[in-house]
């Protein structure tokens, strides 16, 4: 492990540092570029920590792996890129149903399917949200810089933990695969899990006003049943609709009930702002440098990043649709962030998308070109 | 200031650019450092992107380059637009003459200075240090950085094996270019 102070390093190792100190001990993956600096590095360090490093036969198994570590009381992490991301989804699903705390990178690169394998984009931002079947809420991270890859990987592992759930940290390759300075704490803030403290316990029910319930493992003594099948708060299976509604009730009651602690935006120059520029991920280094090219030029632009993506901030955005007049979302693909936006303002701002695919960052001058022409039409 | 690293897959040109990289943060610059290859590794085209800045970075993508070193002459062909115009061009001897050979006429609006990289290399009997001498002709000419932090960089970071044949490279390509007001 890299020692406290500051490191010109990739934000793929970033992640990794950040992982092993937010107290992740198991990893499994498979690899992929371009997440694959983060599969090394896990298995350079992890036995150095006492943790487990396996390198499984593909995505699929690794989503399984990991699962079946945390539910042996560790936390645990996998980290892959699109085509590796779809394999996962379907025991990312699980993870859902089983209430799993877990942590899963997604350095995203350009697709559908094998597409631009060492080029980054921001085209999985829905597959965060939506790539597994049934109903759920994803709590997805997007880091802007190698110094967010370990901050906002320590906070996912204490999210996970936190709610019971998967967090998905969607980044982006050109983040992963970027040399740039991390500054690594003496030491970082970690969550742990509710585990259970009486002679019994309700593994997949709680009173608790949080939602979450307590959490055994296995081996511990308690009576442990994990399905991804229907089940009462007990574990046991139970396919009757008042069990499963309210099982996928509370589930994302507990996410939703969190919503103003999980949000996290960032936010530049927006107390004066007539257009709001929201952006994420890479794509939020050039809106940033735009944003600022055009305050000087006297255009009152503001910058809102997004480092959480989902739950999607809509109530807030509502309120900011009241006060500018006009959005501008940047992102690295055809248009999946702005369509959220959208929902969000409801036709009373205009919202105005740029959009990048092939692979590329957009530059600063191209996103303060784009505040321009907005600003033209107000 | 823009530095594009470029190549063949093996010269080192993803060496060059970290070690750059490592020594320009050394000397207190905010750095994004950047790199693609060919998936075949070695043989194909090869780049490393240097932004160097005394402010933090938000472009990320490097369109313009204020210097340009090329290892080879695929390299060259492909990024020398991507230089601007007034920036400057690192050459090896080796490209510059086999470009004269192919025809190819240099960009009048750009500085080309040529450094016998790929001949020094080979007359200290480790071919594969030619981006070892280029990256000390940049330090002598770019002025960003003394060349004793990235000798110390080579010193700290490399195998023992390698280190004194990768400073004396170094020292060679510093020592190829006069001093420039």
């Not at chain 1, 699980?94 to 085209?123: I, K, L």
Request: hydrophobic share 40%; proline share 5%.
């Amino acid at each position: 492990m890299l020692p406290p102070g500051k490191h010109l390093v990739l934000g793929n190792i970033a992640c990794a540092e950040g992982a092993i100190r937010a107290g992740c001990r198991f990893f499994a993956g498979y690899p992929i570029t371009p997440a694959n600096e983060i599969t090394q590095h896990m298995a350079e360090e992890l036995p150095r920590v006492g943790g487990y490093f396996l390198q499984m036969e593909d995505e699929i198994a690794s989503m399984a792996a990991v699962i079946g570590a945390s539910w042996a009381g560790a936390k645990a992490m996998t980290a892959t890129s699109g085509p590796g991301f779809s394999l996962m989804q379907e025991n990312i699903g699980y993870a859902y149903m089983t209430e799993t705390p877990c942590v899963v990178v997604d350095v995203q690169r350009s697709g559908p399917s094998t597409g631009q394998a060492t080029m980054p984009s921001q085209q999985d931002f829905y597959q965060a949200r939506y790539g597994a079947h049934g109903d759920y809420e994803a709590v997805v991270l997007s880091p802007w810089s190698v110094q967010e890859m370990f901050d906002l990987t320590v906070r996912a592992f204490n999210l996970a933990e936190r709610f019971r759930t998967p967090v998905i940290l969607l980044a982006d390759g050109m983040i992963g695969h970027m040399m740039e300075k991390l500054v690594i704490p003496e030491k970082v803030e970690t969550v742990e899990r509710r585990r259970p403290a009486g002679a019994s316990c309700t593994p997949f029910g709680t009173e608790d006003p949080s939602l979450v319930p307590e959490m055994p493992r296995f081996g511990e003594g308690y009576r442990l049943l994990v399905t991804g099948s229907s089940h009462d708060p007990t574990g046991r299976r139970d396919y009757s609709p008042r069990v499963m509604e309210a099982k996928l009730r509370r589930m994302r009651e507990k996410i939703l009930r969190a919503e103003g602690e999980v949000r996290d935006i960032v936010e530049a120059g927006m107390g004066d702002a007539r257009i709001a520029v929201l952006s994420y991920g890479a794509s939020a280094r050039p809106s940033y440098g735009a944003v600022m090219k055009a305050r000087k030029e006297g255009i009152r632009a503001g910058l809102m990043r997004l480092r959480t993506l989902w739950p999607f901030p809509e109530e807030y955005l509502s309120k900011v649709a009241g006060e500018v007049e006009a959005f501008l979302v940047v992102e690295m693909n055809l248009g999946k962030a702005v369509r959220e936006v959208e929902r969000a303002v409801h036709g009373r701002v205009e919202v105005t998308p740029l959009t990048r695919v092939g692979g590329v960052v957009p530059t600063v001058e191209e996103v303060y070109q784009a505040i321009r022409r907005v600003d033209e039409c107000l | 200031m823009n530095i594009l690293l470029s190549g063949t897959g093996g010269q080192g040109v993803v060496l060059a650019g970290e070690l750059l990289s490592r020594a320009l943060f050394k000397a207190g610059y905010e750095v994004v450092n950047t790199h693609s290859y060919g998936a075949e590794a070695r043989g194909g085209a090869c780049r490393s992107e240097v932004l160097v800045s005394d402010e933090e970075i938000y472009d990320l993508s490097l369109t313009e380059a204020d210097v340009l070193i090329a290892m080879s002459t695929p390299a060259y062909r492909r990024y020398i637009s991507r230089v601007r115009n007034g920036g400057t061009v690192i050459l090896d001897s080796a490209v510059a003459e086999e470009l004269e050979r192919l025809g190819v006429d240099l960009r009048s609006d750009v500085e080309t200075i040529t450094v016998p990289a790929r001949r020094v290399a080979e007359e200290l009997g480790y071919p594969i240090v030619a981006n070892m001498v280029l990256i000390g002709a940049l330090v002598k000419r770019s002025r960003l950085i003394d060349l004793e932090v990235v000798k110390k960089l080579v010193e700290e970071e490399m195998r023992p094996s390698m280190r004194e044949i990768n400073i004396r490279a170094l020292e060679a390509g510093y020592s190829s270019l006069p001093l420039k007001d």
